[in-house]
């Protein structure tokens, strides 16, 4: 089976690794703080990395093999991969220079080391961790469905109140797991509307919506009415289902929201947020939400003025 490395992508040139190779990035305290090696991560360290795959030109079962991320000709970063002795089951983890996070190089690179993974090698399992404690699996029917679901945003986003007879399908709705230390899962939504949290001596007064496109389930949404002892509406969860994310879909179901509290009569809107990577802060700073200065259960509280339309698109 002849190597498919060199590996291009839409940027990205995926390469087996060679001890020529200085990755000066692993040295950095910020690139270092999750991962396994300890600083200074010297030549030597690099070199002891690198020298079962000294020979090789390909991933190989029962090894693993480091692989240079190239861009433009420049090392920005590297993916690995050990894949068991039966080739069936596969691990992955990744490792990118400060100055090049947050531009999706880590996404793309890891994507096409997964797709090779299950389409040439015919592994049946991917798993990865991130951080200290965050694990990832899914197998290669798992994934074979994500890469085929739907990504262009929906034609028709609705607003539709949660019903006994629509309860059901949105139960099923689940955030990316690396969120849900943010996003509480629906049952605990279900659970925060049969028991209302107590908040300034009285019960919050929630009211559950249910986000549709184009016909099929795809986000949740529940707020805490304005009461006596609640002068503004709380937006209390928004959680858009993980096959549903990056297509707007968060966006327009806020907007929604926003167009029918103000049709209430509303003139403004609060949430909180907690902080830590992954936080949901940008998504709704860039919206138009302002810090208020004040915490709530140690989250920071915002605030969201109705009286205009605000900021649109992704």
Request: hydrophobic letters at 40%; one cysteine or more.
């Amino acid at each position: 089976m002849p190597s498919p490395y060199p590996l291009r992508t839409d940027r990205l040139v995926l390469r087996v690794m060679r001890t020529a190779d200085a990755a000066a990035y692993r040295n950095a305290p910020e690139v270092a703080r999750y991962q396994s090696w300890n600083l200074p991560y010297t030549e030597q360290d690099a070199l002891g990395m690198l020298a079962n795959q000294v020979d090789r030109d390909d991933v190989a079962p029962g090894d693993w093999t480091q692989l240079a991320v190239d861009r433009d000709g420049e090392l920005i970063g590297d993916v690995c991969t050990h894949i068991d002795k039966t080739g069936g089951v596969a691990e992955i983890g990744f490792t990118l220079a400060r100055t090049d996070q947050g531009q999706g190089y880590a996404s793309e690179a890891a994507w096409a080391l997964v797709s090779d993974l299950v389409q040439r090698m015919g592994v049946s399992r991917v798993r990865g961790e991130w951080t200290e404690n965050m694990t990832y699996g899914a197998t290669a029917e798992e994934w074979k469905a994500w890469t085929e679901r739907l990504r262009d945003p929906p034609a028709e986003l609705r607003l539709v109140p949660l019903t006994l007879e629509n309860n059901r399908d949105y139960y099923a709705l689940r955030t990316q797991h690396s969120e849900e230390c943010f996003v509480a899962p629906m049952s605990w939504s279900f659970a925060d509307a049969l028991f209302p949290e107590v908040v300034d001596g009285a019960p919050a007064v929630l009211r559950l919506y249910d986000v549709e496109a184009d016909g099929e389930p795809v986000a949740f949404v529940m707020i805490a009415e304005v009461t006596p002892a609640h002068p503004e509406v709380h937006l209390w969860r928004l959680l858009v289902d993980r096959r549903h994310q990056r297509s707007g879909v968060g966006r327009r179901a806020l907007d929604l929201l926003c167009d029918q509290l103000r049709a209430e009569g509303c003139t403004t809107l609060v949430t909180h947020w907690a902080s830590g990577p992954g936080t949901p802060a940008p998504f709704y700073r860039k919206y138009g939400f302002l810090e208020t200065g004040e915490m709530l259960d140690e989250e920071t509280l915002v605030r969201l003025q109705l009286g205009g339309s605000n900021l649109r698109g992704d």
